[in-house]
């Protein structure tokens, strides 16, 4: 696995990340028992869907569109939790408005990689398969990315884990791409950029506004 610092100078971080990816949590294995209410998976099911939407409706201009996927993007993410969790152990000595700054390019970031791979995917659609509970506010929905027109292609499996905030609404904290966690994934590649760069958070924030910038000149 290449490290982040490397990926930066590259731009091909995130490359196992697909539509969704924006997102974080601190667990791989889910063993759980007991499936997950409808409503769950609806929410994943639902959403997405809308995505897809966004980004078929002609009738809106593509800065229309990223906006649009933007906010859909915050609405279903817990995207300033997950940005504070890819800091790791970083995140403990930065102070609010450090924070704010990297939460909100991480989001703009994540938002420009998510439409990016929307495009590039048009002709897959996503299909929930099942769910379990962990506990009662802490699900992971299974899902599968198919292609329309290659039906013997085989189909790429993902899972969200859905929990709820503190709003009481469901929000997307992890995704999971054949087993792996992007949350983990990505927390290690900032730890390790942030090694090589004395912790430095602002610089680390000013990449990632470059990065989001030139993913969107490029689309």
Do not use: W
Request: hydrophobic share 40%.
């Amino acid at each position: 696995m290449p490290m982040f610092g490397h990926d930066l100078g590259k731009n091909q971080m995130f490359k196992r990340s697909s539509a969704l990816c924006a997102v974080a949590s601190v667990c791989t294995m889910f063993t759980v028992p007991t499936q997950a209410t409808p409503e769950t998976e609806a929410f994943i099911q639902q959403n997405f869907d809308k995505g897809y939407m966004i980004l078929n409706d002609t009738s809106l201009s593509h800065k229309e569109q990223r906006m649009e996927l933007r906010g859909l993007l915050m609405e279903l993410t817990a995207s300033r939790r997950i940005a504070v969790f890819t800091l790791g152990s970083y995140a403990a000595g930065a102070g609010p408005a450090e924070l704010d700054a990297f939460s909100d390019a991480f989001a703009n970031y994540i938002a420009a990689v998510s439409e990016k791979e929307l495009n590039r995917s048009e002709n897959q659609t996503l299909k929930v398969t099942g769910s379990t509970d962990r506990v009662a506010d802490d699900s992971l929905v299974r899902a599968e990315l198919l292609t329309a027109n290659r039906p013997n292609e085989p189909s790429v499996k993902v899972a969200f884990r859905v929990r709820t905030a503190e709003t009481g609404a469901p929000t997307i904290t992890d995704i999971q791409i054949e087993g792996v966690s992007l949350a983990i994934t990505e927390r290690d590649e900032f730890t390790a950029y942030l090694q090589q760069h004395e912790g430095n958070i602002a610089e680390l924030s000013k990449r990632l506004k470059a990065m989001a910038d030139m993913l969107v000149e490029k689309q």
